[in-house]
């Protein structure tokens, strides 16, 4: 009751720890890593990206085509899990919900990157390798332990966007980084 007078839901902390501790960290990375990872490695392991380079496109195009069709899958797989997931658990709470949505959605653009720069310099699953070790040891592992992983880990500055947008739409949370510092390191990686 206590709650519902002061204007927010109780599933919202649940939900809140939900995403911070397991959906942010493990679920979204490993779904961008296995998109981002092969989309442009298929093409170099298979020798068809010589027949890409052939046409009167810019190998900077074919890359970022690339990247934004892994991208795209795994908005649309992760951004609706977010908003399904956040629906549910906050009773309809839409403003709530967007906000998780748009957190993953950043998350994810950084997370992305990194994967799809492993994969062009290793092989397929070299890559799938060093993106499962650094998801569970680096970002998992490792950043929970000492501090000073944790400030060089995605997953501090993802983490830091949700609360600062979360926080615009609940009253709970609380990012130990501004949301203007944490979109632009998400951004530059």
Not at 94 to 116: D, E, K, N, R, W
Not at 168 to 175: D, G, P, V
């Amino acid at each position: 009751e206590q709650a519902i007078n002061e204007g927010t839901s109780s599933g919202e902390p649940f939900l809140v720890e939900m995403f911070v501790n397991s959906q942010m960290p493990i679920f979204y990375p490993i779904v961008i890593l296995f998109l981002a990872a092969l989309a442009l490695r298929e093409e170099i392991d298979n020798n068809t990206i010589v027949y890409l380079w052939t046409k009167p496109i810019s190998r900077a195009s074919i890359v970022i085509s690339k990247y934004a069709a892994a991208f795209v899958v795994a908005a649309i797989l992760c951004g609706l899990s977010a908003g399904i997931t956040s629906l549910m658990v906050v009773s309809g709470n839409i403003a709530l919900a967007l906000s998780f949505v748009l957190a993953t959605l950043i998350g994810l653009l950084a997370y992305g990157a990194l994967y799809f720069t492993i994969s062009l310099v290793a092989g397929r699953t070299v890559s799938i390798i060093l993106g499962l070790a650094y998801t569970m040891i680096w970002e998992g592992l490792l950043s929970s332990v000492s501090s000073l992983t944790a400030n060089l880990s995605i997953r501090h500055y993802a983490t830091n966007f949700a609360m600062n947008v979360i926080d615009a739409n609940s009253s709970f949370t609380n990012a130990s980084l501004s949301m203007t510092t944490s979109l632009v390191v998400l951004l530059a990686i």
